[in-house]
T-cell receptor, first 112, second 114 residues
């Protein structure tokens, strides 16, 4: 158990809908990262927060947004969903911006 | 920009034999290097890291990796493979000077045959 909690574990929804994925980092970790894993794209970095502030942005679509709250949990919002958004979404946390990441078990999103 | 290459999509090795999973990287400055393992339907688990110091890094489950600056490589090794080592392995790099994000390679599927 990494200590990073992600909910929901599985989510099935329809095209055009909006979903929110939630992540609670390990106790004491200030950095939260979101990654998307799909068969054809591999593991893609989406966005990083450190203590509530956005610190780095990767290949995140404009339809996607995220935030980190004062209690350090984070949410990834995915809107106007398309079939191609079906993937595993991972949250990870680290105590600093240079240390190793600890990953949650992921949220598997299926868009029908 | 930083990048990682894992040249082998699949590595097969017999149980008890040594295993190597290859990784090369590209960064503009000094690298922080990591190896992760992913079992089916699970998150990534941290195995080991190179930050500075000794080029041979030891990690979890008997794995080790050797940092080679001249060849920009960070190959993962284990002297004697177990069937339970069968999983997907990811190499990752972070440029110390400029990037906060961790960039992952495409992954190598390791299969240890009994």
């Amino acid at each position: 158990d990494s200590g990073v909690t992600q909910t929901p574990k599985h989510l099935i929804t329809a095209t055009g809908q909006r979903v929110t994925l939630r992540c609670s980092p390990r106790s004491g970790d200030l950095s939260v990262y979101w990654y998307q894993q799909s068969l054809d794209q591999g593991l893609q970095f989406l966005i990083q927060y450190y203590n509530g502030e956005e610190r780095a942005k990767g290949n995140i679509l404009e339809r996607f947004s995220a935030q980190q709250f004062p209690d350090l949990h984070s949410e990834l919002n995915l809107s106007s969903l398309e079939l191609g958004d079906s993937a595993l979404y991972f949250c990870a946390s680290s105590v600093s911006e240079i240390g190793e990441l600890f990953f949650g078990e992921g949220s598997r999103l299926t868009v029908l | 920009a930083q990048s990682v290459a894992q040249p082998e999509d699949q590595v097969n090795v017999a149980e008890g034999n040594p295993l190597t999973v290859k990784c090369t990287y590209s960064v503009s400055g000094n690298p922080y290097l990591f190896w992760y393992v992913q079992y089916p339907n699970r998150g990534l688990q941290f195995l080991l890291k190179y930050i500075t110091g000794d080029n041979l890094v030891k990690g979890s489950y008997g794995f080790e990796a050797e940092f080679n600056k001249s060849q920009t490589s960070f190959h993962l090794k284990k002297p004697s493979a177990l069937v339970s080592d069968s999983a997907l392995y990811f190499c990752a790099v972070r440029d110390v000077g400029s990037a906060r994000q961790l960039t992952f390679g495409s992954g190598t599927q390791l299969t240890v045959l009994p």
